[in-house]
């Protein structure tokens, strides 16, 4: 069974442009979560989405968003970049909203200059 | 609020023998669970262990434990015979589970483990 698939895992962009982050999930579940880690603040959840619906959400500015796919899938946007979103993304993954098992991915790690 | 605090940035251990790394939380949330999740170079969150608030046995899975005392709020996680792969960050977590709570997870601020040979 595969894993938690995130793409690209590395991606370097400059501040004020926007980027897309991509997560897919095991195969069956249905449930992805966003979190950012960085040495200053550690790891943060973004959101949340499960059956396409956002079902949670932290405590981060508009300028961050998601979106969830009909087969699970999801994307993360950030638009007009700052230094500060240089970090490692991490989108989980589990089979429903309650389930105790949350499958992380390897990250996406941005820099931005 | 929910938080957990890890209060040793950095430990070392003897290959072979057993550690323990602390962590306490805190939380209003009547049911909740408690993880524990190691992080080596490589970036990737691997899940280690899951204690649930109303369980009254202590977790185990494999070598590892989880020493839950619910009254002093503390869930550490004791490894056993240390492996040189053992070396990496690990982080406690913990989730609100009551009904309608948010169940995000709430991460500690992570304890660096170095098995030496």
């Known amino acids: 069974k595969a894993g938690v698939t995130q793409t690209p895992r590395y991606l370097i962009k400059t501040r004020g442009q926007q980027v897309t982050l991509s997560c897919s999930p095991i195969?069956?579940?249905?449930?992805v979560s966003w979190y950012q880690q960085t040495p200053g603040q550690g790891l943060q959840f973004l959101f949340e989405?499960?059956?396409?619906?956002?079902?949670n959400k932290g405590n981060f500015p508009g300028r961050f968003s998601g979106r969830q796919f009909s087969n699970s899938r999801s994307e993360m946007n950030v638009s007009t970049l700052e230094l500060g979103d240089s970090a490692l993304y991490l989108c989980?993954?589990?089979?429903?909203?309650?389930?105790?098992?949350?499958?992380f991915g390897p990250g996406t790690r941005l820099t931005v200059t | 609020a929910q938080k957990i605090t890890q209060t040793q940035p950095g430990m070392f251990v003897q290959e072979k023998e057993a550690v323990t790394l602390d962590c306490t939380y805190d939380?209003?949330?009547?049911?909740?669970?408690l993880f524990w999740y190691k992080q080596p170079s490589s970036g990737e969150m691997i899940f280690l262990i899951y204690?649930?608030?109303?369980?009254?046995q202590n977790a185990t899975e494999g070598r590892y434990s989880l020493n839950f005392q619910k009254a002093r709020k503390s869930a550490n996680l004791v490894i056993s015979a240390s492996q040189l792969g053992d070396s990496a960050m690990y982080f406690c977590?913990?989730?609100?589970?009551?009904?309608?709570?948010?169940?995000?997870?709430?991460f500690g601020s992570g304890t660096q483990l170095t098995v030496l040979p």
């Open positions: 989980a993954s589990s089979f429903r909203l309650d389930s105790y098992e949350q499958y």
């Open positions: 195969s069956g579940h249905r449930s």
């Open positions: 989405y499960f059956s396409e619906t956002q079902r």
């Open positions: 939380t209003s949330d009547p049911s909740y669970g």
């Open positions: 204690q649930g608030s109303y369980d009254q």
């Open positions: 977590a913990m989730r609100a589970e009551s009904g309608g709570s948010a169940r995000q997870l709430t």
